[in-house]
C-alpha cells in the first residue's frame, strides 16, 4: 500500500485545510483497507471564502478575451495529456473502475479540453435585420459569474472537466465540489488546472460532505449558477433552493435506460452491447442498461447467450488487466444493490446468474456484487423502475415492436437509450417514438462523446444539455443590443405604419 494523499482544499491560488481542521478518509473500494486519501471535512466559513475568491476573480477573468480563455483550457488538456496514466492509476485506485475504463475517463476529459478550447474562437451571437431603419440589432453571450459545480465518483475526472472547462472559457469563475469518494482524483486534476497557469480564484476546489459543503454552495447568495449530476432525489432538493433563490441551474439526474432486442437483430452484436451496457463500470452509470427488452421469438436464445457470457465475466481490482467487473464504490451502495435483490425476489423475479455479494478469495476485502440477470421481470416491479446503480439486469419479455417501445417509456426517467434491429423503419420508428435524451441504434446505452449534447427528459434533468455547443447554453446569458445610427428618436412596438 502507498502512503495515503493529503488533500486540499484549493481557494484562491491557495491549497488550504479546513478552518476546523476535520478531516475524512477516501479508501480504495478494491480493497477497504488501503487508505488512499486524507481530505478536509470543509464547512460554511470554507465555501465562503471560496465563493469570495471566485467572485473576487470574476471580475477580471470576464474581461480576458475569450480566445485567451480559451488557451488556458488547451494548455490542461496538454497536461492531461501528460499525466494521463498517472491520472488514469489514481482513478483506477480510488474509485475502482478497471485501468482501461479509468484511461477513457481521462480521455474524455483531453478531448473535452481541445474542444472547449476551439468554442473561445466560436462563442458565436447572432446579427438580425431590424424592422427600423438605419438600426443595427445583434445577439452576444455574456458569462453569468459564479458557477458551483457539484460531481459524482462514477467519472471522477470526465464529469468535472465537462463542467469546468466550458465554464471557464464562457468567462465564468468555478468551485469544484467533487464527491466524497474521490477527493485524490479531484485534487490531481485541480493541480493540472492550476500548473495551466489559471489566474488565481478562477477555480476553486472545496473538499466536504454533500449536506454540510454542497448544500452551502447551493444556497450561497453569491453563487450564481449550479451544476449538478447525481440522483434525482438530490436533484429535486438542489433544484428546489435554486428556483426560491433565483439562481441558473442544471441538473443531471438518475436514468433507467433500455435496451431493445428485436427478433431480427444481430444477436452477438446485441449480446456485446447488452453486456458492455449493464456490467460497465460495475453497472454504475446513469447510461447504464439496466433493463433488457427482448422479443418473444429471441427471448430463449438471448437469455442462454449472456448468461452463458455473464458467468464468464472477471470480477477484480481495477489495475489487474484480466478485471471486467470491478467494485462498487462504497459500503453503502453494496449494500443498496444488495437489498434490491431482496425486493426482487419478494417481488417474484428469478436470479438467473449473481444476485449476491462477492465474498471468495481477495474480493472479500472490498466492495464486489456479483454480475446479475434477473428474469421473470414485469414492467411495475421495483427493479423495473428504480435506478440500481450496480452490475443487475432485468428481463422483460414482449410480445412486438409497439410493446417494447410502450415498456422503454414507462419509467419517471428518459435519459438513454438503444434498439437492435435490422429494419430501417422500426429504427427511424425508435428515434422517433422513444422518450430519452440519447438513443442509439444497434450500439449499447453507453458512450456518450463530448462533442454532442448530453442529457435526458422527464426525471433525468430539467431541460439543459452537457457537452457539445449545448454547454454554451448552460454556462452564458444571452444579451440583445440595438444599435441606433438614425440620429433621431425610432419607437419600436408603435404602429409606425401609414
Known amino acids: 500500500m502507498d502512503t495515503p494523499l493529503t488533500c486540499r482544499n484549493y481557494i484562491d491560488g491557495k491549497w ?40 473576487q476573480a470574476y471580475q477580471s477573468w470576464r474581461l480576458v478575451p475569450a480566445p485567451a480563455r480559451a488557451e488556458y483550457i488547451f494548455k490542461v488538456g496538454e497536461l492531461l495529456s501528460k ?28 478531448d473535452c479540453a481541445f474542444y472547449s478550447a476551439a468554442e473561445g474562437r466560436r462563442l458565436f451571437g447572432q446579427t438580425t435585420p431590424s424592422e427600423m431603419p438605419n438600426k443595427f440589432a445583434m445577439t452576444v453571450r455574456m458569462p453569468i459569474g459564479v458557477c458551483a459545480l457539484i460531481t459524482p465518483w462514477n467519472f471522477p475526472v470526465a464529469i468535472p472537466c465537462w463542467k469546468a472547462m466550458p465554464a471557464l472559457v464562457c468567462g465564468n469563475t468555478v468551485i469544484l465540489k467533487p464527491a466524497e469518494d474521490t477527493p485524490a482524483c479531484a485534487t490531481k486534476l485541480v ?8 489566474p488565481p ?13 454542497g448544500k452551502a454552495l447551493v444556497a450561497h447568495p453569491d453563487v450564481d449558477l449550479v451544476s449538478f449530476t447525481g440522483s434525482s432525489e438530490t436533484g429535486a432538493e438542489v433544484g428546489s433552493i435554486c428556483g426560491r433563490t433565483h439562481k441558473r441551474v442544471c ?39 439496466s433493463r433488457l427488452i427482448l422479443h418473444r421469438d429471441i427471448k430463449e436464445k438471448f437469455t442462454t447467450m449472456l448468461k452463458e457470457r455473464t458467468s464468464k465475466l472477471r470480477l477484480g481490482t481495477g489495475s489487474d488487466p484480466n478485471t471486467e467487473v470491478g467494485p462498487i464504490i462504497n459500503e453503502r451502495q453494496l449494500q443498496r444493490v444488495s437489498q434490491y435483490l431482496d425486493i426482487a425476489r419478494a417481488e417474484g423475479a428469478k436470479v438467473l446468474i449473481g444476485g449476491e455479494i462477492a465474498t471468495e478469495g481477495e474480493l472479500k476485502n472490498g466492495y464486489f456484487f456479483q454480475p446479475t440477470i434477473l428474469d421473470e421481470v414485469t ?51 425508435a428515434m422517433r417514438d422513444i422518450e430519452a435524451g440519447i438513443t442509439y441504434i444497434n450500439g449499447p446505452t453507453i458512450g456518450a462523446e463530448v462533442h454532442l449534447p448530453f442529457g435526458g427528459v422527464k426525471q433525468t434533468g430539467n431541460g439543459h444539455r452537457e457537452a457539445g455547443t ?16 438614425s440620429g433621431s428618436l425610432q419607437r419600436a412596438q408603435i404602429d409606425n405604419r401609414e
Open 16 to 55: 488550504l485545510t479546513a478552518v476546523a481542521g476535520a478531516t475524512l478518509e477516501s479508501r480504495n473500494p478494491a480493497n477497504k483497507r488501503e487508505v488512499i486519501a486524507t481530505f478536509p471535512r470543509s464547512a460554511a466559513t470554507d465555501v465562503d471564502a471560496a465563493v469570495v475568491a471566485a467572485r
Open 83 to 110: 499525466y494521463k496514466e498517472e491520472l488514469a492509476q489514481l482513478i483506477c485506485r480510488e474509485m475502482g473502475k478497471p485501468l482501461a475504463e479509468a484511461r477513457g475517463d481521462v480521455q474524455e476529459g483531453i
Open 379 to 429: 414492467p411495475q416491479m421495483r427493479v423495473a423502475q428504480e435506478e440500481i446503480f450496480g452490475p443487475v439486469v432485468a428481463l422483460i419479455e414482449v410480445n412486438s415492436f409497439e410493446e417494447a417501445i410502450s415498456i422503454l417509456n414507462n419509467t419517471k426517467y428518459g435519459l438513454s437509450s438503444s434498439i437492435y434491429t435490422r429494419d430501417i423503419n422500426r429504427a427511424f420508428t
Open 201 to 213: 480564484g478562477v477555480i476553486n476546489l472545496v473538499h466536504g460532505v454533500g449536506e454540510e459543503v
Open 251 to 289: 441538473l443531471e439526474m438518475g436514468g433507467k435506460n433500455a435496451q431493445i432486442v428485436m427478433e431480427d437483430a444481430d444477436l452477438e452484436l446485441a449480446l456485446d452491447g447488452a453486456l458492455w451496457g449493464a456490467f460497465g463500470t460495475a453497472g454504475q452509470r446513469c447510461t447504464a442498461t
Open 191 to 198: 493541480e493540472i488546472f492550476a500548473e495551466a497557469g489559471l
Open 470 to 485: 449545448t454547454a454554451l447554453d448552460i454556462f452564458t446569458e444571452w444579451k440583445t443590443v440595438y444599435v441606433d445610427f
